[in-house]
């Protein structure tokens, strides 16, 4: 006999567990509690599968609706895999969706891709108690992981779309956890219920906004991906609130990050992919080798300090970009040569680039200076004269004031 609902989501989330802790994502023992208690599929009712390959314009979806027999295992599987649950199209309302086949528009809410959501909340170190801060909840899976370890009535989700706000705030009721999801701008914070001891963004800024500071507890921790023009190379920033007062931050290059907020345009390589393959460029030595993936202090640095590129992570070999200047550098495999198009030498930049990271001493994590009263934010590896330093963009160069919850994995970032 085929397994009840009840019994077929709780082996689900046991896979999942074992899954994540077998890849050494998982470490945590509370969160690992909480994720065999949740029932996610109760804040994933539904999910988009797309169907149209890259660059297709308009995109070609399919609605599984977990309520649907015929849909019900292709929707647990995906619910409860790696993968990111696509929910929303252009900010939609979520009372009726229609299932099965739908084209065009485009994703404006997805919830995180697991292990990233896990990595996030343990780099948080949440513990009973805690003061709890969401700021871009979207269906609420962080938030209600959150409430579970904090404790009823100590998690606040800040969500700016309405739709989705009331959404997860319906099914966050009906797992009885305490956690609240309002409305409004999640660059403001949530002052009403600060300070908060743990404060989480699953939104990308460009830098960090002042009442998120203000609202952070004394012993607090504040985790965000700070948006680049690139979606290539993001950067993760923990700032901590000693329980002197002081604010600490310290900047990190990661695999992945959180999309920034909406109006905050990301540089694309896809549509200069076909050029490249016809034309990679004029062929000459190098003395860099491709820097590996893994190289995230340098890469960091990369996203501003040679503005404007981005890397093209379907490509054979290393591929960079900079779309604005119509160039682009082709690395060679391993011979010691490089192809380079266009009247920016991208690869050039790339070269020195890496011999001031080297003199800086191959820094993978910057300090941010957060107190300058001008709201000027500084970034340096370090003292002396050979550490690598920038300012971080003012927020104010985000036209309007909305974001996009949806996350982005850096092997996916050349899609559309």
Known sequence: MPLDLHEAT????????????????????????ALLRLPREVLLPHAYVRVSGPGADPIDWRLLDGSHP????????????????????????????????????????????TPATVEALQAMELGPGQRYLELGPGPGVSLALAAAITGPG???????????????????DRLGLGATVVEGDAL????????????????????????WVEQLA??????????TGTPSWPGQLLVTRTAAGTVEAVLR???????????????????????????????????????PDDAYGFWLAAAYLAPGLVRDFQAETMTIVAPEDDSWAVAGTGDGTVRVHGPRDVWAELEGLHTLWEQAGRPERYRVDLGDTSGVQHVTSGAGSKALSWTLPPLAAVPGRRHDRAFSDRRHAARP
């Open 154 to 172: 100590l998690a606040t989700g800040v969500e700016r779309d309405g739709h989705m706000a009331a959404f997860a705030g319906r099914n966050l």
């Open 218 to 227: 004394p012993g607090g921790r504040l985790l965000t991906t700070l948006a």
């Open 10 to 33: 709780s082996r689900q989330r046991a896979g999942m567990v074992d899954r994540l802790a077998a890849d050494g994502v998982l470490t945590d023992s509370l969160l690992q509690d």
């Open 253 to 291: 290059g990661r695999p992945r990050g959180y999309r920034p907020l909406l109006g905050y345009r990301w540089l694309n390589a896809l549509d200069h992919r076909a050029r490249i393959k016809d034309d990679p460029g004029t062929a000459r030595s190098t003395g860099l080798t491709p820097p």
């Open 70 to 113: 015929d849909d019900r295992q292709e929707w647990l599987d995906l619910i409860h895999s790696d993968e990111s649950i696509l929910l929303q199209r252009d900010g939609e309302p979520l009372d009726a969706l229609p299932r099965g086949p739908v084209t065009g528009g485009h994703m404006t809410s997805m919830s995180t891709y």
């Open 188 to 211: 403001e914070g949530h002052e009403a219920r600060a300070p908060y001891d743990r404060i989480h963004s699953g939104i990308g800024a460009p830098c960090v906004p002042e009442p």
